[in-house]
């Protein structure tokens, strides 16, 4: 996928289809002597996935409305207004992300996109084997789900002591690696009415000291 380019050969591409936007529609803009102003930008794209097309199929708003909005004028740019409509407009590139995840979960198996972050991973997919900390018993994936969404729940609404970062801005504010995690999941009822419970434990920080013995 991607802007015409030897259009020929991979049109004669099984599947491959191609479709105009204009990148206005996806926020494109740049100033010019008047102002800051969108970018219409007409480009023509190449694709064999479905999802991906239907996304970028966008025009400017102003074939349709009476009143339209100015449009930035590419001959009054300098060299660096013109480097700034070469990249993609965030909205834009979104759309092919968003557009690709949705093909390929047709197709094959996509994870979270950016997003639509998973950040608890709570489908029971990702847990068919997860084995019980005490008895190493299988446990159901369902209910692993369902234990690992309620001890988030907690650390997050009743506690607060949960957010989302990266782990490079860790480092760059300590100077070390997070902390090491673990999930600890247990059945406390039993098999025929099982109660699946689910901790996230974190490494212990401080070493114990031993106590001193008088003589």
Same mark, same amino acid.
């Given at each position: 996928?991607?802007p015409?380019?030897?259009e020929?050969e991979v049109? *004669?591409?099984?599947?491959?289809?191609?479709?105009?936007?204009?990148?206005?529609a996806?926020?494109?803009?740049c100033t010019?002597?008047?102002?800051?102003a969108?970018v219409?930008?007409?480009?023509?794209?190449?694709?064999?996935?479905?999802?991906? +097309?239907?996304?970028l199929?966008?025009?400017?708003? /102003? $074939?349709k409305?009476?009143?339209?909005?100015r449009? !930035?004028d590419?001959?009054?740019?300098?060299?660096?207004?013109?480097?700034?409509i070469?990249?993609?407009?965030? +909205? #834009?590139v979104?759309?092919?992300?968003k557009?690709?995840?949705t093909e390929?979960?047709?197709?094959?198996?996509?994870?979270?996109?950016?997003?639509?972050? *998973?950040?608890?991973?709570?489908?029971?997919e990702y847990y068919e084997?997860?084995?019980?900390?005490?008895s190493g018993t299988?446990?159901d +994936?369902?209910?692993?789900?369902?234990?690992? $969404? +309620?001890?988030?729940?907690? #650390?997050?609404?009743? #506690?607060?002591?949960?957010?989302?970062?990266?782990?490079?801005? !860790?480092?760059?504010?300590?100077g070390?690696?997070?902390i090491?995690?673990?999930w600890?999941?247990? /059945?406390?009822g *039993?098999?025929?009415?099982? /109660?699946?419970?689910?901790?996230l !434990?974190?490494?212990?920080t401080?070493?114990?000291?031993?106590?001193?013995?008088?003589r």
């Amino acid at each position: 996928m991607g802007p015409m380019d030897g259009e020929g050969e991979v049109l *004669d591409m099984e599947g491959v289809v191609t479709v105009d936007c204009d990148q206005c529609a996806f926020g494109l803009w740049c100033t010019d002597c008047l102002g800051e102003a969108l970018v219409k930008k007409p480009t023509k794209w190449m694709t064999n996935a479905k999802e991906i +097309a239907a996304r970028l199929d966008r025009k400017c708003v /102003n $074939e349709k409305k009476e009143e339209k909005h100015r449009l !930035c004028d590419l001959l009054k740019l300098d060299k660096k207004g013109m480097r700034v409509i070469e990249r993609y407009p965030v +909205a #834009l590139v979104n759309a092919v992300l968003k557009g690709l995840r949705t093909e390929l979960n047709s197709t094959l198996e996509a994870g979270s996109h950016v997003d639509e972050p *998973d950040v608890w991973q709570t489908h029971p997919e990702y847990y068919e084997n997860i084995y019980d900390a005490n008895s190493g018993t299988k446990l159901d +994936a369902g209910l692993v789900a369902k234990g690992r $969404e +309620a001890e988030m729940d907690f #650390l997050q609404n009743d #506690l607060g002591a949960w957010s989302y970062d990266k782990i490079e801005n !860790c480092v760059q504010e300590t100077g070390k690696q997070p902390i090491p995690m673990t999930w600890v999941d247990i /059945n406390k009822g *039993d098999d025929m009415r099982p /109660n699946v419970r689910c901790r996230l !434990c974190v490494q212990e920080t401080r070493s114990r000291r031993r106590p001193r013995m008088r003589r």
